[in-house]
Structure formats: structure tokens, C-alpha cells
């Protein structure tokens, strides 16, 4: 029996052990999903303590402390963030079960060679030897990523952000790793919120375009689709609440889109006839880029309005929902496709009884010399645990293609974060493992060690970048002939 977090964590037979050693183990990280500040990253940004660079803007721990009874001024109020570590210490041994329990473990492990348990009883030992490390160059933000082996990040950027420390990073030839910035329209599809006109506004600032009209807003977006692309973007990202599609004419479209700048009340049917039809043109401009375009379905979002109204979005307070999205994701996506428009597409949803209706409906929509154009996103958020992981590559690999999988993403605000793609490595290495010893695939160590390298890393390299397969990932195939 292993021992909590040896090296053989998660990892339950022979096979697996030999895939995540020899192949899983040492792969680059392209992790085309996140939430870090690309500020921090180019400012190399130093942490006081643990607090800042652990807890800081990590609603995962916020709700965790919330649920065990803690008080707000110990999660996000103005207690000293040694109460707020020790609020948090105080916490973890009650997530037994829970992945932050194992993640927050190996994040002490692999970056700070902490092997006890964090408790209430040891959190002032592990608080200083945390802290007095954190003062050296090697625990900073471009040193952490380096030590990661991290070659990619896609962050997430509101099309009204002037892109300027992308701009410093790409200029920064000190610092090796791709930063690219993902296009996030919230702002333009979410008409109902309160701080639409404002974001119009910013919009039209940083753009150079007057968006007095849906025409104009389109130009804008545009033009914010074009510089994006120009800093090295090759993605967007949609926060996808309901998948609710209708057709759409622009006219139609277009009245609405000036009632809301004037100030009139909009019908619900009248708020899906606009986002039905801004998302259709601007996955047209994601297709001319040649772009993956992301849509993050089912969250319920911000369901506490008291804590919503004292801390704001993204605090903690989102929940699992019901997307509905067959129908409507059907709709949208055969939108694009009639049009031959239809970009690279990640399908993610937030509810795993949706899983069999995503990992299905890849099978719809296709392109010829493009493997694995539509993908089956990694379990997410609520899923994004040992079971969640696990059904979802099961659920692909029964009715798809396991192997074109795009794998994990830390969609994490901590620098820290990047033990997540070698815990999803590990859940990998585990399940090919299992199968191969249950004589469910061929005991092929290269056939299933290339596998495990292309899910860790090569095949999302190959998707967001339009990379090569390489020579020494190539297998004897009967030829190029069905991909012309």
C-alpha cells in the first residue's frame, strides 16, 4: 500500500507507473486556460508570505473556509494574513476527500519540500519556512513558471484591456515562455448587466471606434479580435450560462442592441435574440483567425446577492447549473458549419450529466486534415477532481477519440497551480493503465506512452498552434491519403 502523496500517488499498477514515469512525468505544460495576471507575470511580482501567493483570489479555499464555519474576515475581511493562513490550516483537515485537500498538499511538496500535513498544530512552522522562501528569486512568478516547465499560458482578457503587458512580455526577451492573452466577450454579450454602457465606453476608448450602434460595436470587436491576434492571442472564451440559440437577423439584433444603450428594459426572449447573434459573428471572426474558440457551459452564477452586493463576482458563490445545451449548442454550432465558419471548438460543461451529450455531439461537425477539430473540454471546475476526470475521459473514449484529447488547464489565479497538470497526469497514467492491465487495450508501451504524452502536452500545442506532428511522434499509418 502507498504511502500519502509518495511517488507512486494515484498510480495503481505496474503499467501506470511505467506511463507517468517514462512518459507523462517530464512533458512541458501548455496551459491554455488560466486566470494568472499577465502584471505579475512581467513585473515578476514578490510575495510577502503565503497568504498573498496562496490564498489571494482563490475562491476554491474561499468556499471551502466558508463551509467549514469560518468567518468572512478571516477569508476576504481584515484580519492579517497570518489569521488568514491559520483560518485556512484550521480548515484543510476537514477536505479530506476533497482535491484541494491533495492539491494544497503537493503544492507544499513539490515547491516548498513540505511533507507534513498542514494542521492547526504545525501551521506557524510551515507559515515561516514558507515565508522565509518565498523572499528568494526562485519563488517569484517567472521562476515558478520556469521550474514548471510551463511553455504556454493563455490567459483571459476583456476585449476592452489595452493587451499592454502582453505587449511588454513579448517584447522581454529575458523571459522564454508564451504568454497570450484570451479573447473574453462578456462585457459585449451580457447586455442585462448594469455596467454594460460603461464597458461600451471602454470599449470604444481602446478600440478608437465610437460603438454607438450594434454595426459599430461589431467594427470594434473587430478590431480588438485583430490586436489580440497581433499579441500572439489564439483563442477566445465564453462563460456560456444557459446554451440557448435562436436565428437572428441583424436588424432584429440591432434594435435591440439601441434600446439597451437608451435605457429600455429587454424581454428574456429579446436577450437571447442579441447574444444569439453576436456569438454567431464573432465566431465568424474566430474562423477567419484560424482561432479555438472556448465555451464554458453551465454555471450558476453569483446565487448569494448579499455577498454578491459586499465582495463582487468570482467571490465563491457559484454553483453548478443547467445549461439545457443540446438543442440550442446543436443550433449554434450547424450555424457556423452551414456557413463553412465553424472555428476549432472546446466544448466544457459544468454538469457531468452533460458529459454524454458533448462528448456526442463532436461526432456532428468534422474537417477534413483537422483531427480532432471539436474537443470534449477537461473535467471543469466541479469536475475537476479524481471521479470528474476519470468520467469524462471514459465518457470520451467511448463514443470519440480519446487520443486527439487536448487535456488539462490550471484555469487557476496562483502561480502555484501547476501540480493540477501532474495530478490529471496521474489520473491519466492510472485509468490507461488499468485498462491495458485488464486486457482492455494492448500492454504497447510505445503505443500508450505516446498517448500519455500527446493528452499532456503535444496535442493542445498541435491545436492552439497549428504545430506540426513531429517526426518522433509519428507512428506507421496507411498514409496522409484520408486527410487531404
Same mark, same amino acid.
Given at each position: 500500500?502507498?504511502?500519502?502523496?509518495?511517488?507512486?500517488?494515484?498510480?495503481?499498477?505496474?503499467?501506470?507507473?511505467q506511463?507517468?514515469?517514462?512518459?507523462?512525468?517530464?512533458?512541458p505544460?501548455?496551459?491554455?486556460?488560466?486566470?494568472?495576471?499577465? %502584471?505579475?507575470?512581467?513585473?515578476?511580482?514578490?510575495?510577502?508570505?503565503?497568504?498573498?501567493v496562496?490564498?489571494?483570489?482563490?475562491?476554491?479555499?474561499?468556499?471551502?473556509?466558508?463551509?467549514?464555519?469560518?468567518? !468572512?474576515?478571516?477569508?476576504?475581511?481584515?484580519?492579517?494574513?497570518?489569521e488568514?493562513?491559520?483560518?485556512?490550516?484550521?480548515?484543510?483537515?476537514?477536505?479530506?476527500?476533497?482535491?484541494?485537500?491533495?492539491?494544497?498538499?503537493?503544492?507544499l511538496?513539490?515547491?516548498?519540500?513540505?511533507?507534513?500535513?498542514?494542521?492547526?498544530?504545525?501551521?506557524?512552522?510551515?507559515?515561516?519556512?514558507?515565508?522565509? %522562501?518565498?523572499?528568494?528569486?526562485?519563488?517569484?512568478?517567472?521562476?515558478?513558471?520556469?521550474?514548471?516547465?510551463?511553455?504556454?499560458?493563455?490567459?483571459?482578457?476583456?476585449?476592452?484591456?489595452?493587451?499592454e503587458?502582453?505587449?511588454?512580455?513579448?517584447?522581454?526577451?529575458?523571459?522564454?515562455v508564451?504568454?497570450?492573452?484570451?479573447?473574453?466577450?462578456?462585457?459585449a454579450?451580457?447586455?442585462?448587466?448594469?455596467?454594460?454602457?460603461?464597458?461600451?465606453?471602454?470599449?470604444?476608448?481602446?478600440?478608437?471606434?465610437?460603438?454607438?450602434?450594434?454595426?459599430?460595436?461589431?467594427?470594434?470587436?473587430?478590431?480588438?479580435?485583430?490586436?489580440?491576434?497581433?499579441?500572439?492571442?489564439?483563442?477566445?472564451?465564453?462563460?456560456?450560462?444557459?446554451?440557448?440559440?435562436?436565428? @437572428?437577423?441583424?436588424?432584429?439584433?440591432?434594435?435591440?442592441?439601441?434600446?439597451?444603450?437608451?435605457?429600455?428594459g429587454l424581454?428574456?426572449? !429579446?436577450?437571447?435574440?442579441?447574444?444569439?447573434?453576436?456569438?454567431?459573428?464573432?465566431?465568424?471572426?474566430?474562423?477567419? %483567425?484560424?482561432?479555438?474558440?472556448?465555451?464554458?457551459?453551465g454555471?450558476m452564477?453569483?446565487? *448569494?446577492?448579499?455577498?454578491?452586493?459586499?465582495?463582487?463576482?468570482?467571490?465563491?458563490?457559484?454553483?453548478?447549473?443547467?445549461?439545457?445545451?443540446? @438543442?440550442?449548442?446543436?443550433?449554434?454550432?450547424?450555424?457556423?458549419?452551414?456557413?463553412q465558419?465553424?472555428?476549432?471548438?472546446?466544448?466544457? *460543461?459544468l454538469?457531468?450529466?452533460?458529459?454524454?451529450?458533448?462528448?456526442g455531439?463532436?461526432?456532428?461537425?468534422?474537417?477534413?486534415?483537422?483531427?480532432?477539430?471539436?474537443?470534449?473540454?477537461?473535467?471543469?471546475?466541479?469536475?475537476?477532481?479524481i471521479?470528474?476526470?476519470?468520467?469524462?475521459?471514459?465518457?470520451?473514449?467511448?463514443?470519440?477519440?480519446?487520443?486527439?484529447?487536448?487535456?488539462?488547464?490550471?484555469?487557476?489565479?496562483?502561480f502555484?497551480?501547476?501540480?493540477?497538470?501532474?495530478?490529471?497526469?496521474?489520473?491519466?497514467?492510472?485509468l490507461?493503465?488499468?485498462?491495458?492491465?485488464?486486457?482492455?487495450?494492448?500492454?504497447?508501451m510505445?503505443?500508450?506512452g505516446?498517448?500519455?504524452?500527446?493528452i499532456?502536452?503535444?496535442?493542445?500545442?498541435?491545436y492552439?498552434?497549428?504545430?506540426?506532428?513531429?517526426?518522433?511522434? %509519428?507512428?506507421?499509418?496507411?498514409?496522409?491519403?484520408?486527410?487531404?
Amino acid at each position: 500500500m502507498g504511502k500519502f502523496l509518495d511517488k507512486d500517488f494515484l498510480l495503481h499498477t505496474s503499467m501506470a507507473v511505467q506511463l507517468y514515469e517514462n512518459a507523462a512525468q517530464d512533458m512541458p505544460i501548455f496551459d491554455f486556460h488560466c486566470h494568472l495576471s499577465p %502584471k505579475e507575470i512581467y513585473e515578476n511580482k514578490s510575495y510577502e508570505n503565503m497568504t498573498q501567493v496562496w490564498l489571494s483570489g482563490d475562491h476554491y479555499k474561499w468556499r471551502a473556509m466558508r463551509m467549514h464555519g469560518i468567518s !468572512e474576515h478571516y477569508i476576504t475581511g481584515g484580519a492579517s494574513d497570518w489569521e488568514k493562513f491559520a483560518a485556512w490550516a484550521e480548515t484543510l483537515p476537514y477536505l479530506l476527500g476533497n482535491p484541494l485537500h491533495h492539491w494544497a498538499h503537493m503544492e507544499l511538496q513539490t515547491f516548498f519540500g513540505i511533507e507534513k500535513l498542514l494542521t492547526p498544530e504545525t501551521a506557524q512552522e510551515i507559515w515561516e519556512a514558507c515565508n522565509e %522562501k518565498l523572499q528568494g528569486e526562485d519563488f517569484r512568478p517567472r521562476a515558478l513558471i520556469e521550474r514548471s516547465k510551463v511553455a504556454f499560458i493563455g490567459t483571459t482578457d476583456d476585449p476592452a484591456s489595452a493587451l499592454e503587458y502582453h505587449q511588454l512580455l513579448r517584447e522581454d526577451s529575458s523571459f522564454q515562455v508564451a504568454v497570450a492573452p484570451t479573447f473574453r466577450p462578456d462585457g459585449a454579450l451580457f447586455l442585462e448587466r448594469p455596467t454594460f454602457t460603461d464597458w461600451i465606453q471602454k470599449l470604444s476608448a481602446v478600440s478608437g471606434v465610437a460603438v454607438m450602434s450594434l454595426e459599430t460595436l461589431l467594427e470594434a470587436l473587430q478590431q480588438r479580435v485583430d490586436f489580440f491576434h497581433e499579441m500572439g492571442g489564439r483563442a477566445s472564451d465564453h462563460d456560456i450560462q444557459q446554451m440557448e440559440y435562436v436565428e @437572428a437577423t441583424q436588424e432584429a439584433a440591432a434594435q435591440i442592441f439601441v434600446k439597451r444603450l437608451q435605457g429600455e428594459g429587454l424581454t428574456a426572449a !429579446e436577450l437571447i435574440l442579441y447574444r444569439s447573434y453576436l456569438l454567431k459573428e464573432m465566431g465568424k471572426m474566430y474562423a477567419e %483567425k484560424e482561432w479555438v474558440m472556448q465555451l464554458h457551459m453551465g454555471a450558476m452564477r453569483n446565487n *448569494n446577492t448579499r455577498m454578491k452586493q459586499q465582495l463582487g463576482p468570482d467571490a465563491g458563490f457559484d454553483s453548478v447549473g443547467e445549461a439545457n445545451m443540446a @438543442a440550442g449548442l446543436s443550433a449554434f454550432l450547424d450555424a457556423l458549419e452551414q456557413e463553412q465558419l465553424l472555428p476549432r471548438t472546446v466544448l466544457f *460543461n459544468l454538469n457531468p450529466k452533460d458529459n454524454a451529450v458533448l462528448a456526442g455531439m463532436m461526432g456532428n461537425f468534422y474537417e477534413a486534415g483537422v483531427p480532432g477539430k471539436m474537443q470534449f473540454g477537461s473535467g471543469w471546475w466541479f469536475n475537476d477532481h479524481i471521479d470528474g476526470m476519470e468520467k469524462q475521459m471514459k465518457d470520451l473514449a467511448n463514443v470519440g477519440l480519446l487520443r486527439h484529447f487536448i487535456g488539462m488547464l490550471t484555469d487557476s489565479r496562483s502561480f502555484l497551480s501547476y501540480v493540477r497538470h501532474d495530478y490529471f497526469r496521474r489520473i491519466l497514467c492510472n485509468l490507461l493503465g488499468e485498462w491495458a492491465e485488464a486486457g482492455l487495450m494492448p500492454q504497447d508501451m510505445e503505443l500508450l506512452g505516446q498517448m500519455a504524452k500527446d493528452i499532456s502536452y503535444s496535442n493542445a500545442e498541435r491545436y492552439f498552434l497549428h504545430r506540426p506532428v513531429r517526426e518522433a511522434d %509519428k507512428r506507421p499509418t496507411i498514409g496522409g491519403l484520408f486527410h487531404s
